[in-house]
């Protein structure tokens, strides 16, 4: 996590960060107290001394003790000083020089970081990091301890200056600096912005990045983003093959570990990651992940190890393009087997990268895979299933219109209301049928979403179905409102007709 720290130097200082809260509590508390009320002449009614020891104090030590690296920061510092200001409302010149003295307080209390960060963009680049992995305002307060005010004053910052640049295409430092909608942010803050957003056209897979930093701070981990980046792809490929002690094997760099079959970029990815660690040290690491819900461990005797959603969700990116041009070459080709060998590459991999792969798929735009989705029900996972029921009202065709035919009878509610979806999207006249006989569905969501497909549909004799509905005191408010809907658009369309 930090330069030159070990795995053994950040859990040790993990133990401080934890520990020193709880063995020093009331020592911060009290010297806390005593800077507020004798030397910043704090308040002094019952009432107000309550809500200080109750509530500004404990939220300043949460907040200290999360930045414990930045207190030698200077923008830590101007953070403090708007969190007194806008959450505790201290007056600004007031909050500036009280926010340094809880500093000082804290360093005497609390000692010295060994992973100080001083550099005035470490706190920033938290800030920014949490925003672009799709955070929100009060998870960022919670990982942070900064206040609202500053962390939405900051993310509008940002979209400002998104707006500037794509206004003036690739501007300068200078032009940046000058212009009047970014005349609040200082020149420090737009020159950490600028860069920040320069990022993802100098790094590869930037956001990827992001994410594995965020994984390895949460969970205070000694690894390098592209390392952990690595070792779930190398998971990936032999996921409910290995367990958790074939697996270190593999990290290390043992070739007693290599499996059957197993090809060049497996082994290039995988093999030797973690070579110079000590396998107890690779297996600690592997049970954190674990217990941080990034491997899933199988229940039954040969407890292999997988990936879960999240961290699968990370690698997606990577490893999808591959996927999606080996399905893609294997249907175009003339072989035998290309629908059992296409479909073995979306049920043997990890249902949330199957997932992708399909989006990948749609995005290609190419109808021969729903072939291959034709073979694939039943097969996966219930989230893969749906997501083909999606991919097939995006791609259409005749083979979508057979599976789609299908799936509007399945004993599966969301597959029934997926399919509507899908069929609303293709919007084919063949689907009126099934339609008009899913109206009668009992789920309320399947009947909405029928009626609301047979909008998509402009059959003017959907009509009466919809007065049918309309007419039926007892039917849910969501189906009501879908079939007035959709009796509007049916009256345009005939009156389009009839004045055609």
């Not at 404990?58 to 806008?86: E, G, M, Q, S, V």
Request: glycine content about 4%; charged content about 25%.
């Amino acid at each position: 996590m930090y330069p030159g720290v070990t795995m053994q130097d950040v859990k040790d200082m993990d133990i401080k960060i934890q520990a020193r809260p709880a063995n020093r509590a009331e020592d911060l508390a009290r010297r806390l107290e005593k800077l507020f009320t004798e030397e910043w002449g704090g308040p002094k009614s019952a009432l107000a001394v309550a809500y200080l020891r109750d509530t500004v104090i404990p939220d300043l030590i949460f907040c200290l003790n999360k930045n414990w690296p930045f207190l030698d920061n200077p923008t830590f510092r101007d953070i403090l000083a708007a969190k007194l200001n806008t959450q505790f409302a201290y007056p600004p010149s007031f909050a500036e020089g009280l926010a340094g003295d809880i500093l000082a307080c804290a360093k005497e209390v609390l000692g010295a970081c060994p992973a100080a960060q001083n550099h005035p963009w470490q706190p920033w680049e938290i800030i920014m990091r949490l925003f672009t992995i799709g955070c929100r305002l009060p998870e960022i307060m919670q990982k942070t301890g900064y206040p609202e005010v500053y962390l939405d004053l900051f993310r509008k910052q940002y979209l400002k200056l998104e707006e500037v640049v794509l206004s003036l295409g690739s501007p300068t430092e200078e032009q940046l600096f000058s212009h009047r909608e970014l005349a609040g942010a200082g020149i420090h803050l737009i020159r950490f912005m600028a860069d920040f957003r320069n990022r993802f056209k100098v790094f590869k897979n930037y956001l990827e990045r992001l994410q594995a930093e965020q994984m390895i701070m949460d969970m205070d981990l000694a690894l390098e983003p592209d390392c952990l980046i690595k070792l779930f792809e190398g998971l990936f490929e032999v996921e409910k093959q290995v367990n958790l002690h074939r697996f270190a094997d593999i990290l290390k760099g043992s070739k007693t570990a290599w499996l059957a079959g197993e090809n060049y970029y497996t082994r290039t990815v995988a093999y030797g990651l973690l070579a110079g660690w000590p396998k107890k040290q690779i297996i600690a690491l592997l049970e954190c992940l674990l217990a941080g819900n990034l491997l899933v461990q199988d229940a039954g005797h040969d407890s292999v190890l997988s990936l879960s959603e999240q961290a699968a969700r990370l690698i997606a990116p990577l490893v999808v393009p591959a996927l999606a041009d080996e399905v893609l070459s294997v249907m175009r080709s003339k072989a035998r087997d290309k629908i059992s060998r296409s479909t073995a590459v979306l049920t043997g991999k990890n249902p949330e990268i199957a997932v992708h792969l399909i989006r990948e798929l749609v995005r290609r735009g190419d109808p021969a895979v729903v072939l291959c989705f034709k073979a694939l029900p039943r097969r996966v996972a219930k989230k893969v299933f749906l997501q083909i029921v999606w991919a097939c009202g995006r791609l259409g065709g005749k083979d979508a219109v057979n599976l789609l035919s299908k799936t509007i009878l399945d004993r599966d509610s969301m597959v029934r209301v997926c399919t509507c979806q899908a069929m609303a999207q293709m919007a084919d006249p063949s689907f009126y049928f099934s339609l008009i006989n899913a109206l009668d569905d009992p789920v309320a969501m399947v009947r909405e979403q029928a009626a609301l497909a047979l909008g998509r549909l402009k059959m003017p004799s959907a009509l009466k179905h919809m007065e049918r509905i309309l007419s039926n005191p007892s039917e849910e408010p969501q189906v009501l409102r879908a079939a007035r809907e959709t009796k509007a658009l049916l009256l345009k369309e005939k009156e389009f007709k009839e004045n055609d």
